[in-house]
């Protein structure tokens, strides 16, 4: 799946291998976000013309994106971005910017959507996006100590899972109290499902038999790999352990380098060959 391929080697990681500090994306994020909400204090108007007003999503179609850009007032933008700005920055880094907007986006969709079909009524704020970006961090880093209020060390799998039960029992249970609950369901549902699904073109095309895998090969150069495109070879029945081994090694070093890659320059950076190499090791482990 795409989340463990893309994102599987980093779980488990301790907080102590995470590096602090801003990273592009998310502060063009903090940045729009805040001119937005200067933008709604001088022009009023702005705040109701740019939110999510489900009942009239055919005449404002734009409120499925620009809600998340919309906040109700000081205290309900600086939450929002101070999770953007603590949990933002490791995911992408590990992303590369586009693909980490995209993940953010999808996450404020997501939100969008579940808010329209559940609660019909005004919805502004960047919750279902953050929330989604809270999500994908716990799932890289589960254990990762948080520390609530600045004191209290919590997992971030138990804080994030802490905080999707309130939000699911207080919509189902209709306790709003002015917060769209559904809105943060919804960017938790739509970012897991876009981390757990290959959403790529090339990932919904069943490949026929016979057509290229890739395959990693010796380059002539003593510890290194570069990647091939050969057919599938016949099983072979004979085929030593030592060979085996062998092959799952130079594999695994091959992956370790596309890693480093996406890490460094975004999923988007990656060749054909590089992204079949990790469909091929994906459909392994799914078999085994």
Not at 53 to 71: A, C, E, K
Not at 84 to 108: C, D, I, K, Q
Request: charged share 20%.
């Amino acid at each position: 799946m795409f989340a463990e391929r893309t994102y599987g080697r980093f779980r488990g990681e301790s907080a102590g291998g995470l590096s602090m500090g801003i990273t592009p994306m998310v502060k063009r994020l903090l940045v729009a976000n805040v001119a937005v909400f200067v933008v709604t204090l001088l022009w009023s108007p702005a705040r109701d013309l740019l939110a999510l007003h489900p009942p009239q999503l055919l005449t404002r179609p734009w409120g499925v994106l620009t809600y998340m850009f919309v906040h109700a007032g000081p205290w309900h933008l600086a939450i929002n971005m101070l999770v953007l700005f603590f949990f933002g920055p490791p995911l992408e880094r590990r992303w590369g910017s586009p693909e980490f907007l995209r993940f953010y986006l999808v996450a404020g969709l997501g939100g969008a959507v579940l808010s329209a079909v559940f609660m019909p009524a005004t919805v502004v704020g960047a919750s279902g996006a953050v929330y989604g970006v809270m999500l994908a961090f716990a799932m890289n880093w589960p254990n990762a100590p948080i520390h609530v209020y600045g004191i209290f060390p919590v997992k971030a799998k138990w804080l994030v899972g802490f905080l999707f039960l309130v939000s699911l029992l207080e919509g189902v249970s209709g306790a709003s109290g002015g917060i769209a609950h559904f809105a943060h369901l919804g960017g938790i549902v739509a970012a897991f499902l876009y981390l757990k699904m290959d959403w790529r073109p090339a990932a919904l095309v069943p490949r026929r038999p016979g057509t290229p895998v890739v395959r990693p090969k010796p380059s002539g150069r003593k510890g290194k790999v570069s990647v091939s495109a050969r057919k599938e070879p016949a099983p072979r029945e004979h085929r030593s352990r030592a060979g085996n081994e062998d092959d799952e090694r130079r594999m695994l070093d091959e992956v370790d380098r596309v890693l480093d890659k996406i890490s460094e320059k975004g999923i988007g950076s990656l060749t054909s060959a590089e992204r079949e190499l990790l469909d091929e090791v994906s459909r392994r482990r799914r078999s085994n």
